[in-house]
């Protein structure tokens, strides 16, 4: 059944949900045929360019929010590093940084539900700076924002902002009740209605099942993200999933490879968890359909670095 399906995804047939969900399902032996499914549908649709992206943690912990693998919540004790928003000349740094690193897209994120008004000025000016001295496009992730903001932004032009489902709609009570999944819908929903490219994925590992993975793959076809980030769990202690068991590195291809056959033309990015899951497999990710990757460290965990990173791509033949 497996080849059966591929065979004609290969010919054209769209994925539907439940071919998906039996794909997840796929057996050691056949993942190797997904892999190759999915490869070929990437270069088919997207060629063979690694799009990279940078971030800064421009403002870390002391959010409110209550969301399970947090290590940014203030109802968790994480041993999380808490700071107030950064300067404007530290993000122009830092943007400059990702540029150094090789990154195409910088991205801005802050803890917390969404900004106040004096951060956002804050951020508008580092945006307005780095458009005008660094040279490389503008994300941000600034949680929750009115379309005032919305429109502020597409204005100074940023390129993507960054809102994640995080899981499937059914799942997401587990993981989060301090804001509601259909908020997260709306606020992805009004970024395309002003015209703004969302930047939107999820977490896998949290305890979510197959079933889930699927749901949030068709979610985000439903809303025609182009730029899908794919986040591991990094389980960190002091978190109500700082025990959970980890993901095996091939339930994670298998995740990846499925999601670029659901979203044959979108950027599949492997973003936060990435070293520490799929470890030495990494390369696997791009074998298996990913086209993006965050380099240069996470929000509250480092990444390996950017040199090697770099090497990888080069090695499996891509460009960025």
Do not use: W
């Not at 059944?1 to 010919?11: E, G, K, S």
């Not at 979203?263 to 696997?284: C, N, T, W, Y």
């Amino acid at each position: 059944m497996i080849r059966d399906i591929l065979d004609n995804v290969l010919n054209g047939k769209e994925l539907g949900l439940e071919e998906a969900k039996t794909l997840l399902d796929a057996k050691r032996d056949e993942v190797y045929f997904l892999m190759h499914a999915a490869n070929a549908v990437r270069e088919r649709f997207c060629g063979n360019k690694i799009d990279l992206c940078s971030l800064i943690n421009a403002k870390s912990g002391l959010c409110s929010e209550d969301c399970k693998f947090c290590a940014q919540s203030s109802r968790y004790k994480t041993g999380c590093e808490v700071y107030p928003l950064v300067s404007v000349e530290e993000m122009v740094k830092a943007a400059k940084k990702a540029k150094r690193i090789g990154a195409a897209n910088f991205c801005i994120v802050i803890s917390g539900g969404g900004p106040t008004e004096s951060e956002f000025k804050k951020i508008k000016k580092a945006i307005a700076r780095i458009n005008k001295e660094v040279g490389i496009s503008v994300d941000c992730s600034l949680g929750n924002l009115a379309i005032g903001m919305v429109k502020q932004l597409k204005e100074l032009g940023i390129a993507r902002y960054n809102h994640n489902l995080e899981t499937s709609k059914n799942f997401y009570k587990n993981i989060c009740t301090t804001h509601s999944y259909e908020n997260r819908l709306n606020m992805v929903r009004m970024l395309k209605d002003v015209g703004l490219n969302p930047c939107c994925g999820g977490i896998i590992g949290l305890g979510e099942s197959i079933e889930d993975r699927a749901d949030l793959a068709f979610s985000l076809k439903e809303l025609d993200v182009k730029c899908v980030p794919v986040n591991i769990l990094n389980a960190r202690k002091g978190t109500p999933l700082g025990n959970i068991e980890p993901l095996p590195p091939m339930e994670i291809i298998k995740t990846i490879a499925v999601f670029r056959l659901v979203l044959p033309r979108s950027v599949i990015k492997i973003a936060g968890g990435r070293e520490s899951a799929l470890r030495d497999m990494q390369a696997m990710a791009f074998l298996a359909g990913a086209n993006g990757m965050i380099i240069g460290g996470y929000l509250t965990t480092k990444g390996r670095s950017a040199a090697e990173d770099l090497r990888m791509i080069r090695d499996l033949g891509f460009t960025t």
